[in-house]
Nanobody
Framework: QVQLVESGGGSVQAGGSLRLSCAVP????????LGWFRQAPGKEREGVAA???????LYADSVKGRFTTSKDNAKNTLYLLMNDLKPEDTAMYYC???????????????????WGQGTQVTVSS
């Protein structure tokens, strides 16, 4: 079973920053679209950011200019740097990977095959 492992969540005041990390198995890391999603209580899971195998990035409008996703190919690790956090960013954050083999990346949840267990981010006002 493929396992992605997130870390780096926590509690922060509005305006603060956090960096999430996601360890991805090496055999699916380099050839895949890797994404970040979040789910707040009572809401559907939404795509936040994604990065394709060439390093091109996608962002949800709600986080553009504040969040940056990147990856370290040597460490097989995906990152999400979150700046200027707002209370509405409070959610469980998940990383995900698609099945690979496609030159395509998206923030659509249904595209992704492999998921982590999530890490909680709480932003207080």
């Amino acid at each position: 079973q493929v396992q992605l492992v997130e870390s780096g969540g926590g509690s922060v005041q509005a305006g603060g920053s956090l960096r999430l990390s996601c360890a991805v198995p090496g055999y699916i890391f380099s050839g895949n679209c890797l994404g970040w999603f979040r789910q707040a209580p009572g809401k559907e899971r939404e795509g936040v950011a994604a990065i394709d195998r060439d390093g091109d990035r996608l962002y949800a409008d709600s986080v553009k200019g504040r969040f940056t996703t990147s990856k370290d190919n040597a460490k097989n690790t995906l990152y999400l740097l979150m700046n200027d956090l707002k209370p509405e960013d409070t959610a469980m954050y998940y990383c995900a990977a698609d099945r690979g083999g496609y030159n395509y990346c998206t923030l659509a949840e249904g595209w992704y095959m492999y998921w982590g267990q999530g890490t909680q981010v709480t932003v207080s006002s």
